[in-house]
């Protein structure tokens, strides 16, 4: 997770909802960790702002799941923007 916050504008925040994120104080990097809970009424409204275009999601590439080593090789070297999508 510190790989992140090197990634992360001065003054911003770097946030995760799977492990501890890392702060930066020397460069007034904020380290929030987020909890979320499933809520079909909230995912239901997000799908809705996908599908009328108020929320964008970027995806940067698509790859089968037979090359996930490769996949993590990118994104180790930075090489993702997006989201990236894993197809059986």
């Known amino acids: ?4 916050t090197g990634l992360v504008a001065d003054g911003g925040v770097v946030a995760s ?11 007034k990097v904020s380290a929030v960790r987020v909890l979320v809970r499933s809520d079909a009424g909230q995912l ?4 809705e702002r996908v599908d ?6 970027d995806i940067s590439e698509r790859f089968p799941l037979t090359d996930i080593a490769r996949v993590h090789e990118l994104g180790t070297a930075g090489r993702f923007r997006g989201k990236v999508i894993l197809q059986p």
Do not use: C, F
Request: charged share 15%; glycine share 16%.
């Open 1 to 4: 997770m510190a790989g992140l």
């Open 52 to 57: 009328n275009g108020a929320l964008r999601v």
């Open 44 to 47: 239901a409204g997000i799908a």
């Open 17 to 27: 909802a799977t492990t501890p994120a890392v702060a930066d104080d020397g460069r």
